[in-house]
């Protein structure tokens, strides 16, 4: 197998070679380039997936082998699941870039550096087995999304976004750091799995603070209520490319850290309390919150913005759930969501490049002339419900499976977000019902990205949402995908086979087959969910069909002022939320740990 | 407890530079503020390396084998100090740029996106 | 939210940060009795294994050198960032600003003294030296690429200082400061592609290690720390330049 | 050591707070880079000549002077703002 460090560095060797040279490097040459680096880290990473779920590997930098169980440099643990992530991440950039070809605005040669180490730096943090390098890949990747953020300098909301983005996260690094500086007062390591054996056993005040403040600083990223108000400022004003990446992956990263470094470092310490059930609430709160705030909103890339929030919540619950089953459905979940974002966002910019602007209301109707893209959204709206057929429903079906009582939570959510989806879509694309109650923020109207004739939809704007959509159906049926993501689950929970393959040889493993789940009950629910999303739909379109006393779902699309002033863009106002937030966690953390 | 008192320098720091971020009235403060942040792990890494009667780890003047401060988190300062400039490097540049375009350097007009 | 209830938020939240970090300091190792083993077992190591002196340097740029080259990136990342947002607009807009007032600018000053301005050019020459000094002994002594570098790109500011402006736009302004910038951490990166190449894994040291205490010594520490100089000197006089581009090409008008 | 050690860490504790709590952006510039000059003191006596090195030169040099340049082409900026502003009234 190629060495892995070459998921990191062609990436960011590119990105240094089209940036010194970008003045001589004509953009197509630049474009192809990106999209073939794209490509290979997706080619690449898919391989070691295949070969990681047959046996866990340690990459060792610098040839610095652990002395004994003391690791002397930083390591690479190439698993199941954090391969397939660095996969997912690199067929995400590759559509990414193939989206932006040739039209989209390029920031005068700096975006596709930008995309590149962006790209470089996930892959980094999705396999890393060192704390402090996942620090330093987090950084890398927040500094290269806040550049990428503030792409459009034409306007100043652009730059109001991007600055919050970078604030919140700045100071959610920061958090990090003291954390990691806690754990390494007293364990003297920051190799994950060197801290997670010394700390085996070890119960103290001191790991409870370091693991409230790790997983301030991840949860941030991961958008969780109430440290979620960067993501919607940010997702409005970045350009199509880079929401797809911010929410089909950058986000979920922000979780796959807290769950890598809870599965390592914690997971010896906190074996006794209940501490995973910390994730539950957390989980929970943040699905419903942002499945009514996307049901709210009419600023189409802010809708999905906060159904990114309701569904990495979801994820999040499953988190907490901390079993064989919870994690499989969360990995299909991850992968699922990531697709069918992806598409809906390429969608939305397909809008954007034709009718220069993504205000709902401004789009009533103007849809009828793109049947196709008709079809796409409102495939994507059934899939983000998690309708049967969709890879979201397998995923989802795990996670209930054996913790029925959560159905709800993922019903409600799923039925606001693809709700709000669905709404979109019949308004836009076939001019049903009303123009909706418009606000504020569907006022602020984008400048668009592309420069082309807007009359014509090229096809590479096209193929990449067409991709994710296929996919994310066609996973369902491949029954490889799931016993990969329960056999990567079922070791992401093993500390013990993690420790080991770091410090000892690896040894092979077998593939495990997942067992089968009995459909019935969650095909029901699966129909259920599509059905009540389509309903809620028509409902507020058609709010003014129905009785006076029957139209609460218009209710929920339009007044919620109090709620959504929240959202005010005030950095202070975030950060405050943040050390509220931040205090919510540890009470719960200390309440459920002690 | 007295024995401890950098880490306590350390988490006053953090909450100093949280409290400057949200009474910040300029954004350019705001920026300024979060480097006082910052600065609060460079006090808890160092605190936290530091050996009474430590030396320097540089074996330039002293002799193989002599009791040192711990190195790593030294090297882990050092990216730190690169993290921060860069990072606020960028914030301003957006400031400068905010500025530029809307007119303002006020936290509270940051509110185009309100709703 | 007003202003008040922001602060009485934060207040509450602050309460709790208090309250968990102080639950962490009280288990946490006394204050100067640090016991861990990490930084110990290489500082026992590296003379030995790298022929270096200085520990730290011998962490950042060898034991844990993909760590600095992440650090480099984010440094990249962050120059490309602010060329981005503040690259000057379309030239019509540009012509407007030139068009406008002249505002107070560090022209307006009364000439400076003769001696100052030949004191400030022999400190830009030390100035070089030093950061050249500091960058290349890292392995050795206190310093290093970083520290270097920044020195370096520090020292066109002691002409700006002594209003040679014209020689200061000149070298920050240079395409090769840009494309410095630009390559220097992809070459850090291909040094460790090096040892891919020789089937080692990635970043290793695969240079002679040289004698300990020479200026040659320590294999890669040595190169790296010098890309990171080259790399971190043309960034910084990049966003200098940045920031003062506009500034410059109006008193540059004006004398015209 | 450890005295001086103690007396220069209180001593950063207060002008940390005595920095957010300056409105005055410029006076805050100066009072940054001093900040800067007493963390790089407080690494030299705590026996951490390299990190004192790079928080001399970025701390207490390059980001003030980051912060300086942003003020002044801000102040440019408005400076050619206003000069646009009066000839339209002219």
């Not at chain 1, 397909?350 to 709902?360: A, V």
């Not at chain 3, 100089?229 to 330049?241: K, N």
């Not at chain 4, 005055?24 to 006596?45: E, H, K, P, T, W």
Request: glycine share 10%; aromatic share 12%; charged share 15%.
């Amino acid at each position: 197998m190629p060495s892995p460090a070459l998921l990191i560095v062609i990436p960011l060797i590119v990105a240094g070679f089209l940036e010194g040279f970008r003045k001589l490097i004509p953009r197509w040459l630049a474009d192809l380039v990106s999209v073939l680096t794209g490509l290979n880290n997706f080619v690449l990473a898919s391989a070691w997936t295949i070969h990681a779920l047959a046996r866990t590997q340690v990459y060792w930098f610098g040839d610095w082998y652990p002395r004994g169980h003391m690791a002397l440099g930083i390591g690479f643990v190439m698993d199941g699941a954090g391969c397939a992530v660095a996969a997912l991440t690199g067929l995400l950039a590759t559509l990414s870039l193939l989206y932006s070809w040739k039209y989209a605005e390029h920031g005068g040669g700096h975006y596709h550096p930008l995309m590149l180490v962006f790209l470089g730096a996930m892959s980094g943090f999705a396999v890393t087995g060192d704390l402090f390098n996942m620090f330093v890949f987090f950084e890398l990747m927040s500094t290269a999304a806040f550049a990428l953020c503030g792409l459009k300098t034409q306007e100043p909301a652009p730059l109001a976004g991007a600055f919050n983005f970078a604030v919140t996260n700045t100071v959610a690094a920061f958090m990090m750091l003291t954390g990691i500086g806690m754990l390494y007062s007293t364990t003297g390591a920051l190799n994950l799995a060197q801290i997670g054996l010394l700390l085996t056993g070890r119960h103290d005040r001191l790991v409870l603070a370091a693991f409230v403040f790790l997983m301030t600083g991840f949860l941030v990223k991961a958008a969780a209520v109430p440290f979620h108000f960067w993501l919607p400022d940010a997702h409005a004003v970045a350009p199509t490319s880079v929401c797809v990446l911010f929410s089909g992956i950058m986000v979920p990263f922000g979780l796959f850290g807290a769950m890598r470094v809870y599965a390592t470092v914690f997971q010896g310490s906190f074996a006794p309390t209940q501490v995973h059930w910390l994730f539950v609430g957390s989980g929970a709160v943040t699905a419903l919150w942002g499945g009514m705030m996307c049901f709210a909103e009419h600023h189409v890339k802010r809708m999905l913005a906060f159904s990114t929030i309701s569904h990495t919540g979801l994820m999040t619950l499953a988190f907490g759930l901390w079993s064989k089953d919870a994690l499989t459905g969360l990995f299909l979940y991850l992968v699922a969501h990531g697709l069918i974002k992806a598409a809906l966002f390429f969608t939305a910019g397909i809008l954007l490049h034709r009718f220069r602007t993504i205000s709902e209301p401004a789009l009533f109707g103007r849809g009828k002339a793109l049947p196709w893209t008709a079809v796409l959204w409102m495939l994507g709206g059934l899939g983000l419900a998690a309708a049967p057929g969709f890879a979201l429903y397998a995923g989802e079906a795990r996670v209930t499976s054996r913790a029925p009582w959560t159905e709800g939570i993922f019903l409600i959510a799923g039925v606001l977000t693809g709700g709000a989806v669905i709404r979109v879509g019949l308004r836009v694309f076939y001019g049903i019902g009303d123009r909706g109650p418009t606000d504020k923020s569907a006022e602020v109207d984008e400048t668009p990205e592309t420069d082309a004739d807007s009359q014509r939809i090229p096809w590479f704007l096209f193929f990449p949402p067409l991709l994710c959509i296929g996919t994310a159906v066609a996973l369902t049926f491949w029954p490889a995908f799931t016993n990969a993501a329960y056999s990567s689950a079922v070791r992401f929970l093993d500390f013990r086979s993690y420790a080991h393959a770091v410090y000892a040889s690896a040894t092979a493993m077998k593939m495990l087959t997942a067992a089968k789940e009995p459909l019935e009950p969650d095909l029901l629910f699966g129909l259920l969910r599509a059905g009540l999303a389509a309903g809620l739909a028509v409902w507020a379109v058609q709010h003014l069909k129905v009785p006076r006393r029957l139209r609460w779902p218009s209710h929920l699309e339009g007044s919620m002022d109090p709620v959504r002033s929240l959202q005010s863009g005030h950095p202070g106002d975030y950060v405050a939320w943040l050390t509220v937030g931040f205090a919510i966690l540890g009470a719960a953390a200390f309440w459920l740990g002690i | 407890m007295l024995a401890d008192f950098p880490y306590y320098i350390a988490a006053w720091i953090f909450l100093c530079g949280l409290y400057g971020i949200v009474r910040s009235r300029h954004l350019v403060h705001t920026v300024i503020c979060l480097t006082i942040l910052q600065s609060s792990t460079y006090v808890l890494l160092l605190a936290i390396g530091f050996r009474a009667g430590g030396y320097a780890p540089v074996f330039a003047g002293i002799s193989p084998g002599v009791v040192t401060v711990d190195p790593v988190v030294q090297s882990l300062m050092l990216t730190d100090i690169v993290v921060e400039t860069t990072v606020v490097a960028l914030l301003l540049a957006m400031v400068v740029k905010a500025f530029e375009k809307g007119g303002t350097t006020s936290p509270d007009d940051l509110r185009f996106m309100r709703g | 939210m007003s202003e008040k209830r922001r602060l009485l938020l934060f207040l509450a939240g602050a309460v709790g940060l208090a309250a968990i970090y102080t639950a962490g300091i009280l288990n946490m190792p006394a204050w100067g009795t640090y016991r861990g083993p990490y930084g110990d077992v290489i500082a026992g190591l590296v003379v030995f294994q790298r022929h270096a002196t200085d520990v730290v340097n011998a962490i950042t740029y060898d034991y844990r050198g993909f760590d600095t080259l992440g650090e480099e990136f984010i440094l990249f990342s962050a120059v490309t960032g602010v060329t981005l947002l503040l690259r000057p607009e379309s030239e019509e807009k540009k012509k407007k600003f030139e068009e406008g007032e002249n505002p107070a600018s560090f022209q307006d000053r009364a000439a400076l003294s003769e001696t100052v301005q030949v004191f400030t050019t022999a400190m830009f020459g030390f100035s070089v030296l030093f950061g050249i000094y500091i960058g290349t002994h890292g392995q050795l002594t206190p310093g290093g690429g970083f520290q270097g570098g920044l020195i370096v790109a520090a020292a066109p500011m002691l002409l700006y200082v002594a209003e040679n402006t014209e020689a200061f736009e000149r070298i920050i302004s240079h395409p090769i400061a840009d494309f410095l910038e630009s390559v220097g951490a992809s070459a850090y990166a291909l040094i460790g592609v090096g040892a891919l190449a020789l089937g080692l894994p990635f970043l290793t040291n695969m240079l002679p290690l040289g004698t300990t205490g020479d200026i040659f010594s320590s294999g890669t520490i040595a190169l790296i720390s010098a890309c990171v100089g080259l790399e971190v000197a043309a960034a910084f006089m990049g966003l200098t330049y940045e920031y003062l581009r506009e500034i410059l090409s109006r008193s540059r008008n004006e004398e015209d | 050591m450890r005295f001086w050690g103690a007396g220069l860490l209180i001593l950063i504790a207060a002008s940390a707070f005595a920095i957010v709590r300056t409105d005055d952006v410029r006076n805050q510039v100066l009072a940054l880079s001093f900040y800067g000059l007493l963390l790089g003191l407080m690494f030299f006596i705590f026996q951490a000549p390299d990190v004192a090195l790079s928080q001399i030169t970025v701390g207490a040099m390059a980001l003030p002077l980051m912060v300086m340049l942003a003020l002044t082409r801000m102040k440019h900026r408005a400076a050619l703002g206003k000069g646009e502003k009066e000839k339209s009234h002219e």
